[in-house]
């Protein structure tokens, strides 16, 4: 079974300060995402990752950033957290692009429910 | 942009019903995912179905894909409360709808 992990369960950050919310998966996936999740919003594509070191920005991807420099790991990064960033946020991985002809679904980790105060 | 739709927003039934939640999206597809989430967790894939495909079971699950009508449906059938969850179709572009919360009282 493809496991992605995410580091953090819950996290608490003070407005203002740098976050990394980490994620790794075991499969040797290309495919990589990070989604935010709020209530009646659903989920939000922030950025997503086909290859290592190469990145794609989502739908929100203001106020954030992302680093994939090796294959297995892919970090969202808060430049300087606010508290409309408190969200869960939530990542996957997946073998081929999902929407694409051939398509595999996406694995996701457990999220990290993040509150910036 | 948001690709997959779900409707109802909630649906609530005794255990042993059926429930059918519905999905529409807006642009062609080569695939429709339904994925699930249980309260405060990931979301864990339940079917894709190919847009060649008209439908598709797995166990107690059956997914329909109309694609003339840029639609679909998720029927689970013999409900559980186990079953309780918040239930998600994605298609192009990996995009999610709201979801439909779904509750099986026993």
């Known amino acids: 079974d493809v496991k992605v992990t995410q580091s953090s369960r819950y996290l608490v950050k003070r407005t203002g300060e740098k976050v990394f919310l980490e994620c790794v998966q075991d499969?040797?996936?290309?495919?990589m995402f990070w989604y935010r999740q709020d209530p009646g919003l659903g989920l939000r594509l922030i950025y997503f990752?086909?290859?290592?070191?190469?990145?794609e920005k989502g739908d929100i991807p203001e106020g954030y950033s992302v680093s994939r420099e090796k294959k297995e790991r892919f970090s969202l990064i808060l430049e300087s957290a606010s508290t409309n960033q408190t969200s869960m946020y939530l990542c996957?991985?997946?073998?081929?692009?999902?929407?694409?002809?051939?398509?595999?679904?996406?694995?996701f980790g457990n999220g990290t429910r993040l509150t910036v105060t | 942009s948001q690709q997959g739709e779900e409707d109802p927003q909630a649906l609530s039934i005794q255990e042993g019903e059926n429930a059918t939640m519905n999905c529409s999206y807006k642009?062609?597809?080569?695939?429709l995912q339904w994925y699930r989430q249980n309260s405060g967790r990931g979301l864990v894939h339940l079917i894709l179905?190919?847009?060649?495909?008209r439908e598709k079971h797995s166990g107690r699950l059956r997914v329909t894909l109309d694609t003339s009508k840029k639609s679909s449906s998720l029927l689970i059938t013999a409900s559980r409360a186990a079953d309780t969850a918040s239930y998600f179709c994605?298609?192009?572009?990996?995009?999610f709808g709201a979801g439909t919360r779904l509750t099986v009282k026993p």
């Open positions: 996957a991985s997946s073998l081929a692009i999902p929407g694409h002809a051939g398509g595999s679904p996406l694995h």
């Open positions: 499969m040797d996936h290309e495919n």
């Open positions: 990752s086909y290859d290592v070191k190469m990145k």
């Open positions: 642009t062609s597809i080569n695939n």
């Open positions: 179905i190919r847009s060649n495909e």
């Open positions: 994605a298609s192009r572009d990996m995009r």
